[in-house]
Nanobody, 115 residues
Framework: VQLQASGGGLVQAGGSLRLSCSAP?????????MGWYRQVAGRERELVAE???????NYASSVKGRFAISRDNAKKMVTLQMNSLKPEDTAVYYC?????????WGQGTQVTVSS
């Protein structure tokens, strides 16, 4: 594991959480794509939000207007601000970066939203 994710936890519906992911400079500086993904047991991992070459931001339709992804080039970090959380946002969240031809993943952090 070369990416370090943090910030998950338990929150009530309507609350907020902020996830952070730090990476070594050798990965961060070369990454064309960095983002957050989530997975629920028994289902495939899905895109939550991503930044492509610092020029394009993509969000899953289910989180648009509630989540915001950003990157800090100085700190080598990518963050996901999650607001207005819903129970259906409950999942293990993973940060990922791609520097072709390699992909890198964090260890996953649990986000649980209670109703």
């Amino acid at each position: 594991v070369q990416l370090q994710a943090s910030g998950g936890g338990l929150v009530q519906a309507g609350g907020s959480l902020r996830l952070s992911c730090s990476a070594p400079g050798s990965i961060f500086d070369m990454a064309e794509v960095m983002g957050w993904y989530r997975q629920v047991a028994g289902r495939e991992r899905e895109l939550v939000a991503e930044i492509i070459k610092e020029a394009e931001w993509n969000y899953a339709s289910s989180v648009k207007g509630r989540f915001a992804i950003s990157r800090d080039n100085a700190k080598k970090m990518v963050t996901l601000q999650m607001n207005s959380l819903k129970p259906e946002d409950t999942a293990v969240y993973y940060c990922g970066m791609r520097a072709d031809p390699y992909s890198y993943w964090g260890q996953g952090t649990q986000v649980t939203v209670s109703s």
